[in-house]
């Protein structure tokens, strides 16, 4: 903790020298604590702050880039702009901080723990947030392009108008979520499970749903152009008013699907049966360009 008579830079060098001994089990080791400590706008670029205890700390602005963060206790902290690229931050613990604007461009993110953490307009391009565990967090009008959130499990976030183009969600299981606005363009969500997700209004031209699990999750006025729909579960799904034009359905189930007012024209690899068992309706738009509903064995699954 920083404290004494000594200044403020002398103590927190004093308390990072002891953390790096406590680190390498040398004599006069000490785990940092810098629980409640003020950071604000301090250079510590490259800092071993590995399992540090950051608890109320304030980091507004706090220049991080590459540091050593694994591990770390992060709770009540605010890090808002704080510069985080590059940063090791594998098995954190974050928890009801402030994280707004903070700028994470590849950092390393495996198995962190995010709990009630706010990160609006965050930029986490090619980050790589892989085994993390996401739980009521704010993503509103963030950046995460190609990051990966490969096996993550996101429960109860938002993600309002962030731009994740390309972003990896390879086999993430995604519950109670909301991305209304979202643009997630050649995102790649296969054998995801998404439960009970609000997609309404995204742009997921030519995501890849290869298996994924739909989950009674919604799409209206999506557009899912040239999206990879094999083998994934659309049953109960929400697609109303979506674009599906070339997509393609190899496989897919389809039982109950809403796909009324969508437009599907162009769309490959449907069977009658398949569009027989969704619901389509006179403002639905079939394979071959004509209006629904569908009637089966009509020819109409069949793109011109």
């Given at each position: 903790m920083l404290a004494g008579t000594l200044s403020p830079e002398k103590n927190l060098s004093r308390v990072l020298d002891a953390h790096a001994a406590w680190l390498d089990q040398r004599e006069g080791g000490a785990q940092a604590d810098l629980s409640g400590a003020v950071l604000n706008e301090k250079r510590l670029a490259g800092a071993r702050l590995r399992k540090a205890d950051l608890r109320g700390a304030s980091l507004i602005e706090c220049d991080l880039e590459g540091a050593d963060l694994s591990g770390s206790l992060i709770e009540h902290a605010d890090l808002r702009k704080a510069t985080l690229s590059r940063a090791e931050m594998t098995g954190a613990q974050i928890s009801e901080s402030q994280m707004d604007m903070a700028w994470m461009v590849d950092a390393s993110a495996s198995e962190v723990r995010l709990h009630q953490v706010t990160l609006r307009k965050a930029n986490l391009d090619g980050a790589r947030l892989l085994d993390t565990v996401i739980q009521q967090c704010d993503f509103g009008w963030t950046t995460a392009r190609k990051t990966g959130f490969h096996q993550a499990r996101i429960f109860g976030s938002a993600f309002p108008d962030a731009d994740m183009e390309g972003a990896l969600f390879y086999h993430a299981r995604i519950q109670l979520c909301r991305f209304h606005g979202a643009k997630l363009?050649?995102?790649?969500?296969?054998?995801?499970?998404?439960?009970?997700?609000?997609?309404?209004?995204?742009?997921?031209?030519?995501?890849?749903?290869?298996?994924?699990?739909?989950?009674?999750?919604?799409?209206?006025?999506?557009?899912?152009?040239?999206?990879?729909?094999?083998?994934?579960?659309?049953?109960?799904?929400?697609?109303?008013?979506?674009?599906?034009?070339?997509?393609?359905?190899?496989?897919?189930?389809?039982?109950?699907?809403?796909?009324?007012?969508?437009?599907?024209?162009?769309?490959?690899?449907?069977?009658?049966?398949?569009?027989?068992?969704?619901?389509?309706?006179?403002?639905?738009?079939?394979?071959?360009?004509?209006?629904?509903?569908?009637?089966?064995?009509?020819?109409?699954?069949?793109?011109?």
């Amino acid at each position: 903790m920083l404290a004494g008579t000594l200044s403020p830079e002398k103590n927190l060098s004093r308390v990072l020298d002891a953390h790096a001994a406590w680190l390498d089990q040398r004599e006069g080791g000490a785990q940092a604590d810098l629980s409640g400590a003020v950071l604000n706008e301090k250079r510590l670029a490259g800092a071993r702050l590995r399992k540090a205890d950051l608890r109320g700390a304030s980091l507004i602005e706090c220049d991080l880039e590459g540091a050593d963060l694994s591990g770390s206790l992060i709770e009540h902290a605010d890090l808002r702009k704080a510069t985080l690229s590059r940063a090791e931050m594998t098995g954190a613990q974050i928890s009801e901080s402030q994280m707004d604007m903070a700028w994470m461009v590849d950092a390393s993110a495996s198995e962190v723990r995010l709990h009630q953490v706010t990160l609006r307009k965050a930029n986490l391009d090619g980050a790589r947030l892989l085994d993390t565990v996401i739980q009521q967090c704010d993503f509103g009008w963030t950046t995460a392009r190609k990051t990966g959130f490969h096996q993550a499990r996101i429960f109860g976030s938002a993600f309002p108008d962030a731009d994740m183009e390309g972003a990896l969600f390879y086999h993430a299981r995604i519950q109670l979520c909301r991305f209304h606005g979202a643009k997630l363009r050649q995102c790649n969500f296969s054998t995801a499970i998404l439960a009970d997700c609000d997609f309404t209004g995204c742009d997921l031209t030519a995501a890849r749903f290869s298996k994924t699990d739909f989950g009674r999750s919604t799409f209206t006025r999506a557009i899912l152009s040239s999206a990879d729909l094999r083998e994934a579960n659309l049953k109960g799904a929400h697609l109303r008013d979506a674009d599906l034009t070339e997509a393609r359905f190899a496989k897919a189930v389809l039982l109950t699907a809403d796909l009324r007012g969508a437009d599907l024209k162009g769309a490959r690899e449907l069977t009658s049966d398949q569009l027989a068992q969704a619901l389509t309706d006179k403002t639905t738009t079939l394979p071959n360009g004509s209006h629904g509903p569908y009637i089966r064995h009509s020819g109409a699954e069949r793109p011109r």
